[in-house]
């Protein structure tokens, strides 16, 4: 099956740092990948739509300049959080539209990579 | 707008009982309704779908009818095993943005032998 990767899946940093999660989907093209938030005991918040080769599309009270995202190639989009705050310490997943794309409108799941902002 | 409400667990049972994790939603139009499971460090894998009211998923010995009489889709198993012991998201679809989850908070399940 499709398979979704994220790196790191845990990390710590200093409040005002910049943080890089990477999510791969490692053996199909995922021409759009799509990334989540989730606090405790919460449900999965839909952070913004990210597309190869153009600009990610952000949900409504989602910073854009704060949560960087890149999407270079058919494998691969990160998701930068720029100056980090301890509000920002979360847990995020991706997911990729699946290698049948738009007939199924599966998602594949990365494992999530949770941030402390110390 | 969209919402889901799943039971709050976490939901302790033992082996071979019969599970019940309630979920409602609120939407417009005709949403698909989904289940994700959620194994111990893995990422979430789609469990089970239904795309119209009346349809029932399943998958695993699991099932969930589309009930839009009740705004519900309440999964069902049987005959639980430990094996099934994971977070599971009732998420529903609604409009054609494949992405536009709308998730539930999640249920923690426990099977003990």
């Known amino acids: 099956g499709a398979v979704v990767s994220q790196h790191p899946s845990w990390v710590i940093c200093k409040s005002g740092t910049s943080v890089k999660i990477e999510c791969r989907s490692l053996?199909?093209?995922?021409?759009?990948m799509f990334w989540y938030r989730q606090f405790p005991k919460q449900s999965l918040m839909l952070m913004a739509t990210?597309?190869?080769?153009?600009?990610?599309?952000?949900e409504q009270g989602v910073e854009k300049d704060k949560f960087l995202i890149n999407h270079a190639s058919l494998t691969l989009s990160t998701l930068t959080v720029t100056s980090a705050h301890p509000e920002d310490s979360s847990f995020y997943i991706c997911?990729?539209?699946?290698?049948?794309?738009?007939?199924?409108?599966?998602?594949?799941f990365g494992e999530g990579s949770r941030l402390t902002v110390l | 707008g969209n919402s889901v409400t799943q039971m709050e667990g976490p939901v302790t049972l033992s082996e071979e009982a019969f599970l019940t994790i309630n979920c409602t939603y609120t939407?417009?139009?005709?949403?698909?309704l989904f289940w994700y499971v959620q194994y111990p460090g893995e990422g979430l894998q789609l469990l089970l779908k239904?795309?119209?009211?009346?349809d029932k998923g399943s998958n695993k010995g699991f099932e969930a009818t589309y009930r839009k009489e009740t705004t519900s889709f309440h999964l069902e198993k049987g005959s639980v095993q430990v094996s099934d012991s994971a977070v599971y998201f009732c998420?529903?679809?609604?409009?054609?943005?494949?992405?536009?989850?709308?998730f539930g908070q999640g249920t923690i399940l426990t099977v003990h032998p």
């Open positions: 990210s597309n190869e080769g153009s600009k990610a599309t952000y």
């Open positions: 239904a795309t119209k009211a009346d």
């Open positions: 053996d199909f093209q995922a021409t759009t």
């Open positions: 997911s990729a539209l699946g290698p049948w794309g738009a007939n199924t409108g599966e998602l594949f």
């Open positions: 939407a417009t139009g005709y949403p698909s």
């Open positions: 998420a529903l679809r609604g409009g054609t943005s494949y992405g536009k989850l709308t």
